[in-house]
């Protein structure tokens, strides 16, 4: 909105020719969602705590120490996020921008359906909440209209072609499947980040850091110049991407701050559906899915111990893990909760340096 109105007053005040650059509105807009996290995360910490007198359900076959640890912590910490995220992304961003409302699009719809899911776990005071089949019916209804949404906006035969890191000149044409994937992609990326959501500041880290390459990302593909040097598939528009992964970043260290062991709040799954499916449209709005598997690797291995764990048990009646997510067996294995969270994060940052090796091995 501030792009939209100071960046034509650029000529008659030179002040206002800082609008122009990505890189400013991009640290505007963290700062901002940093800002907004501060001030209203107290307030929305005390009026959780009045309407959830019992706080988050927790699971009864998981690690004992939750059931006394974490009992009583209220839920839809998420809501911080998005709030923040929101605003600072709509006050600096282009408005004219069609990427940044199909990706926000994703965020509140994918947001929407986790405040259902937390809103039926806590009234019920179970942890079941919404039917998984729903669940999917509802994430692919949403993740495929901004799939589409976002292959329109991309010019000539790059919007429905799956690009590969490394590989520069290997570009698979998916025509029509396409939206399908990006589709996939989405609802992955969203109920991988949800697993993954399990200790105190496991998953918002991760998240930021994601974002923070993604940012990156998006700024180079974005810019013609950039983007040939590094022989990158241009996309037009996708820079103004920056200012939003820039936003998230901001919004995350804000609930960070709150969510810190002892969490005073959980993010929920209006927070790790949300936050899941924004990394999803994102990559998919610059053509780098696969970097996103690799950079966001912890939630891939996340999930991928889930589907051993069901697969092996179904099938032998014994487990593979001691629990799963994976997170989990290290629990019961006797690692300290912090222990876990750092070393998981440690992970996530060589991910994210081999994510952005692929940007210049070409």
Known sequence: MLYNLFRPLADQFILFNLFRY???RSGAACITALIVSFWLGPRLIRWLRSVQKQGQPIRE???ARHLVEKKGTP????LLILFALTISTLLWVDLRNGYVWAVLFVTLGYGALGFWDDYLKVTKRNTKGVPGRVKLIVQATIGFAAAIWITSLARGPLGTSLTFPI??????QLGWFFPVFGMLVMMGASNAVNLTDGLDGLAIVPTMICAAVFALIAYLVGNRIFSDYLQLNPVAGAGELAVFCSALIGAGMGFLWFNAPPAAVFMGDIGSLALGGA?????MATKHEFVLMIVGGLFVVETVSVIIQVFWYKRTGNRVFLMAPLHHHFEKKGWAEPTIVIR?????MILALIGLATLKIR
């Open 279 to 283: 990394l999803g449209a994102v990559a």
């Open 167 to 172: 590989f520069k000149d290997i570009a698979l």
């Open 344 to 348: 998981f994060w440690i992970i996530s």
């Open 22 to 24: 990505i890189t400013f």
């Open 75 to 78: 839920t839809m910490g998420g």
């Open 61 to 63: 076959d998981g690690p």
